[in-house]
């Protein structure tokens, strides 16, 4: 399974556009690239999946240069309730069926 | 979207005694679940990965004899942690996901203190 690799932290203002890149330079052909976000105490909350290039839906974008070895989360304008750990996961299917491993994720400090 | 809940949300057990926590989807059939465990400040770590009706596949390091692991139906899945002590209370995560779609869907957490 590709290992990733994330900033332990970042900080942020309320407003800002925060971009939290990803490197897993041993992606697979297979493996899809997803994000997840994680409050204190709670199950982690889908984000986006991607492929390749560019994805987006009503919270982010994620960018996937052509390479894949690494990602982009980025969130537009980030409020005091986006503080939480984010994770980049890729999953694949193999022979034991498909499996997906946490890396250290991200901890985003938004600050007033 | 789809949810997955479990339960209980938190429990406390004395050590030594066994603790079942439920995981199920609700509004979609599981083919495969997974139980992750986590430690404060820590990332999820993968324990198990079940598939309907087989048995499950325990990651290197995790002791399948203390935690049983039973995927029954689609839509129900168990953890069992047995002969409980203190070093097992952590915040206990389970997820599923529907037919070969990439997408997990993850439950909101059990939290096991053993004392």
């Known amino acids: 399974l590709a290992k990733t690799t994330q900033p332990i932290s970042m900080d942020s203002y309320e407003g800002q556009e925060v971009n939290i890149t990803c490197s897993h330079n041993n992606i697979a052909t297979n493996d899809y690239i997803t994000w997840y976000q994680q409050f204190p105490s709670q199950g982690p909350r889908f984000i986006i999946q991607g492929y390749k290039t560019k994805v987006t839906n009503e919270v982010a974008s994620l960018f996937i240069p052509a390479d894949r070895k690494s990602s982009t989360l980025s969130l537009p304008r980030v409020s005091l309730s986006d503080t939480a750990v984010y994770y980049c996961l890729v999953g694949e299917f193999h022979t034991g069926g498909f499996k997906t491993i946490f890396g250290a994720g991200t901890r985003l400090f938004v600050k007033a | 979207g789809a949810v997955v809940s479990q339960h209980p949300s938190r429990v406390i057990c004395k050590s030594g005694t066994s603790v079942k926590i439920e995981c199920r989807s609700l509004?979609?059939?599981?083919?495969?679940m997974f139980w992750y465990r986590q430690f404060p400040k820590q990332s999820l770590m993968l324990m198990a990965t079940?598939?309907?009706?087989?048995?499950?596949?325990?990651e290197q390091g995790v002791e399948k004899d203390k935690f049983l692991i039973n995927h029954a139906s689609l839509t129900l899945s168990t953890l069992t942690v047995t002969s409980a002590h203190p070093e097992d209370s952590s915040f206990y995560i389970c997820s599923a996901r529907e037919g070969q779609s990439y997408e997990q869907y993850f439950g909101p957490g059990t939290r096991l203190t053993v004392t």
């Open positions: 509004d979609f059939q599981a083919t495969t």
């Open positions: 079940s598939n309907e009706g087989s048995k499950a596949t325990y």
